[in-house]
């Protein structure tokens, strides 16, 4: 069993652990020949199905085991995982591979930094500055010399040399027998009602975030919650309608807040994706709502609010988001990466987000 790839980007990767690391402290990743996958099935809250193009975060992708497709399913713990990939944020290059520490399988990840050394200087200086706006490396060159009156006006550099650093980060991970999870499957749901896509994810989590407070049982009763079953007002309904608006808002006791975007696109249906073609596209749940009417064509779901705020920190990932409703049972996000380079979505982040009766 042989997995090796130099990380190519360190920034999406990152970003992606973190916003995973929001729902669950550990993951499931998959991987294969042809995809990078990461699975979060918490006991309680959001699913994450996420299918990443390799291109999307790796190259010199290299992987080899007795699985097929040479499959390597691995469970990590993202709050290590993501706390090595910070600290390669600025590096030149990383790289990361699977091996064992004290018989002890581990991502490796080998992080090359480099600093910009003064000969003159007993400390490794950078061309980035000294934390206050001040280039470092042109202070310390142009340097006046006491004994020498002509260097005061004298624009003397002296030389220069990189200095390579390298780190090495050890995340332990548990090796997942292919029968171990060959029944884990990614939830299934009816025909959704109305697709749409979501104005800015930072901007919902933000209003989102600002309903929850105001509906939650210790902001009613003087910081202090009476009754556990009183989480039910941080609940939060999310609604979509087929006419390209949406909405958020909370009914705590006494009291009723919502917020209303318009102007959205609700995504025409792919009759090559749908079953039945064009006649399928007739036949769907979307299209019948739709026939309704302004008015009557709008799908609900009732969500707990705190998941909905971590779901929505997927959104420092940027990408454009499509959510699928299915009235009063779920609500599913896609959250679409494109390739920096061909711009095509490769990569797709699928939430599955339970609905909560009333």
């Known amino acids: 069993m042989r997995f090796r790839a130099s990380i190519r980007n360190v920034n999406t990767f990152a970003k992606l652990t973190g916003s995973l690391l929001l729902l669950s402290k550990v993951a499931w990743i998959r991987l294969d020949n042809d995809q990078v996958r990461f699975t979060i099935i918490p006991e309680r809250g959001s699913q994450v199905w996420a299918v990443l193009s390799i291109d999307a975060i790796f190259e010199d992708y290299i992987i080899e085991s007795a699985a097929q497709n040479n499959t390597i399913n691995l469970q990590v713990s993202l709050v290590h995982l993501n706390r090595a990939l910070r600290s390669a944020l600025n590096a030149s290059t990383a790289s990361i591979r699977l091996t064992k520490k004290n018989d002890i399988p581990v991502l490796s990840l080998t992080i090359l930094t480099n600093t910009f050394a003064n000969p003159f200087s007993r400390t490794p200086i950078t061309s980035a500055g000294d934390g206050e706006g001040n280039d470092?490396?042109?202070l310390t060159s142009e340097a006046p010399n006491p004994e020498n009156e002509d260097s005061v006006s004298t624009n003397h550099h002296p030389p220069s040399f990189d200095r390579e650093t390298t780190i090495s980060q050890s995340v332990p991970v548990t090796v997942l027998a292919p029968q171990s999870v060959e029944n884990i499957h990614e939830p299934t749901c009816r025909e959704p009602d109305v697709h749409i896509m979501l104005p800015s994810l930072l901007q919902l989590?933000?209003?989102?975030?600002?309903?929850?407070?105001?509906?939650?049982?210790?902001?009613?009763?003087?910081?202090?919650s009476l009754n556990a079953s009183d989480t039910t007002s941080s609940r939060l309904t999310l609604s979509a309608s087929s006419f390209g608006e949406f909405k958020i808002g909370v009914s705590p006791p006494a009291l009723k807040i919502e917020s209303k975007w318009s102007g959205l696109v609700n995504p025409a249906l792919d009759p090559g994706v749908i079953e039945g073609g064009e006649e399928g596209i007739r036949m769907h749940a979307s299209t019948r709502l739709a026939e309704k009417g302004r008015e009557e064509a709008w799908a609900s779901v009732n969500v707990e609010g705190k998941d909905w705020s971590r779901v929505l920190g997927v959104g420092r990932l940027g990408g454009r988001v499509v959510a699928c409703f299915c009235d009063d049972h779920a609500l599913i996000l896609y959250v679409y990466l494109s390739n920096e380079e061909s711009g095509a979505d490769n990569s797709v982040l699928t939430y599955y987000i339970a609905s909560y009766s009333q």
């Open 136 to 138: 470092i490396s042109r």
């Open 205 to 224: 989590k933000s209003i989102s975030e600002r309903f929850v407070r105001l509906a939650s049982p210790s902001s009613a009763k003087g910081g202090v």
